[in-house]
């Protein structure tokens, strides 16, 4: 059974200016180590970024959750498994939610071009 579906879209452009403003500041604060290290490694760093933000925002949409209400972003980590695929690591607040909600499966897809990012997050409970 769905549980709950979020989706987001950010500019990769306000996202570069926010880094470019607060660089680890901001980093630190919404990304994981693992998270930053991915990113910086590629040339349009900013689109990889966005796309993490936006599976973060995409998560707190999908529990019905707004930013400021428990869950901290740096406790939703984008991972990828050895062939790309990526997927949501969660702690703190983050795991507690969905342990609460007693939810099963948590699904992610992201999409980038230079302008946009996206991601869709959907979760379901038995």
């Known amino acids: 059974?769905?549980?709950?579906?979020?989706?987001?879209?950010?500019?990769?452009d306000r996202i570069e200016k926010i880094i470019k403003k607060w660089d680890l500041k901001f980093l630190n604060r919404i990304f994981s180590d693992g998270e930053i290290q991915y990113c910086?490694?590629?040339?349009?760093?900013?689109?990889?970024?966005?796309?993490?933000?936006?599976?973060?925002?995409?998560?707190?949409?999908?529990?019905?959750?707004?930013?400021?209400?428990?869950?901290?972003?740096?406790d939703i980590e984008v991972v990828n498994d050895e062939k790309?695929?990526?997927?949501?690591?969660?702690s703190g607040?983050?795991?507690?939610?969905?342990?609460?909600?007693?939810?099963?499966e948590v699904h992610l897809s992201l999409t980038h071009t230079k302008q946009y990012a996206t991601a869709i997050v959907l979760l379901e409970k038995v």
Not at 2 to 12: P, S
């Open 93 to 104: 607040e983050a795991k507690v939610q969905i342990e609460k909600r007693k939810i099963t």
């Open 40 to 74: 910086k490694k590629h040339v349009q760093a900013s689109t990889h970024y966005g796309a993490r933000f936006a599976a973060k925002e995409s998560f707190l949409k999908a529990l019905g959750l707004g930013l400021g209400e428990g869950v901290r972003l740096s």
């Open 1 to 12: 059974m769905i549980y709950g579906i979020g989706i987001d879209l950010v500019e990769n």
């Open 84 to 90: 790309g695929k990526p997927s949501l690591m969660l």
